[in-house]
């Protein structure tokens, strides 16, 4: 029987050679947000070992936008060269290269994970943050400021700039990161967002920024490139952010044309109660597609040929993503088709290995 891991998927104009996906990864390795050799060993290791879709890690709009000091950007024109070399190479490796376009909100400032991970201040190279409420993630950080009007339409015009700087760069995916309790999640849940405007209550004033967000990527986006967004689909914890409101929203980005939902969870709260398990994620990506009927991806704790194989030919999702076994091993997508006996083709460099 024929491996539907190893079938193709067209989405738009882009036909992706298997379904197999290297989820996005920060590297804490950027300096002033420019991608570096790091990021093209990195990214195109992945790309010649065979996924489908490689999607460069979380890329601020905006230097306050980063996680860590760190962190990838494309707040200037000057950031796009060295992308534009990294995805031509994964191109060269019949490879599709995705970019996932990220703001931190209460989440930055912070250290990067090998240095502590803790926030940053002013002294230690940190900037002050900004959040849909002065509510931080942890009781004991300072620094937090709401953002007012002004601050969020900034941030939708940095969206749609750091779109225009993605298609130079020859980006052929675009995700927007709306999950693990960064700006557009922090704007989503109830448990981060206490807004009296028309950006918190209502769960439509909850969605208003990441529909504006969608709408201002769009604007610059080419019609017929894929767009994905990855939601965190619940918050892990009482009163948050939940599946239901995850289906709601997904349908509202089908009619506005987004592609798929790539589909996490979790990262808004620190009290959140994760059951991890392996495929724990699977059933919320398996709920949006039926519910909605968009295409999904599934991520989170799948390791294996045949676990990914069952995931995508049960038609519980329809993209496998992959980080930290990725990380263990970039030739992801030539071992998986050597253990599904899936016919692939091999970089000619490496055809001696192929068995
Ligand atoms: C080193 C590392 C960096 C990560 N950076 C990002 C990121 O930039 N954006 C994101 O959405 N998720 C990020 N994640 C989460 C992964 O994309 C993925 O959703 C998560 O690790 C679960 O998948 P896994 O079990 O295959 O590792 C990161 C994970 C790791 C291990």
Redesign the pocket.
């Known amino acids: 029987m024929s491996s539907k891991l190893f079938s193709p998927l067209k989405i738009k104009s882009i036909t992706l050679k298997n379904r197999i996906a290297i989820?996005?990864?920060?590297?804490y390795s950027a300096q002033d947000g420019f991608a570096n050799d790091w990021h093209l060993v990195h990214l195109g290791s992945r790309a010649s070992g065979g996924a489908g879709l490689i999607?460069q890690?979380?890329?601020s709009v905006s230097p306050e936008g980063r996680?860590s000091p760190e962190?990838l950007g494309l707040w200037k024109d000057e950031q796009i060269e060295k992308m534009q070399q990294i995805n031509q190479f994964i191109i060269s490796q019949k490879s599709v290269p995705g970019i996932?376009l990220?703001h931190a909100g209460r989440k930055a400032s912070a250290a990067s994970?090998w240095n502590g991970g803790r926030k940053l201040d002013a002294t230690q190279g940190g900037w002050d943050t900004m959040a849909p409420s002065a509510v931080a993630y942890h009781h004991t950080e300072n620094s937090l400021v709401a953002l007012d009007e002004a601050g969020i339409q900034k941030v939708v015009s940095d969206f749609k700039s750091a779109t225009k700087r993605a298609v130079q760069a020859g980006f052929q995916v675009m995700?927007i990161?709306a999950?693990?309790g960064?700006l557009l999640h922090q704007f989503l849940s109830p448990l981060s967002n206490f807004r009296t405007d028309a950006y918190g209550g209502s769960f439509e004033n909850r969605i208003r920024l990441t529909l504006e967000v969608v709408d201002a990527v769009q604007s610059e986006w080419p019609e017929n490139l894929p767009l994905f967004v990855?939601i965190s689909a619940t918050d892990w914890a009482e009163g948050g952010w939940n599946l239901e409101e995850s289906v709601q929203l997904s349908k509202m980005l089908k009619e506005k044309g987004v592609d798929l939902i790539?589909v996490?969870s979790g990262g808004l709260v620190s009290h959140q109660q994760i059951p991890l398990g392996p495929n724990y994620?699977v059933p919320f990506a398996e709920s949006i597609k039926n519910e909605t009927g968009i295409l999904t991806s599934a991520?989170?704790?799948?390791?294996d040929a045949a676990q990914a194989e069952e995931i995508v030919a049960s038609g519980k999702a329809d993209l496998v993503?992959?980080?930290?076994?990725?990380?263990r091993n970039p030739n992801l997508g030539l071992t998986f088709a050597h253990d599904l006996n899936a016919d692939v083709e091999w970089p000619k460099q490496y055809e001696r290995a192929k068995m």
């Open positions: 989820s996005p990864m920060c590297q999607i890690e979380a890329t996680i962190d996932q990220a994970p995700e990161h999950a693990h960064y990855r790539d996490s994620q991520v989170g704790l799948i390791t993503l992959f980080a930290r076994e990725s990380l």
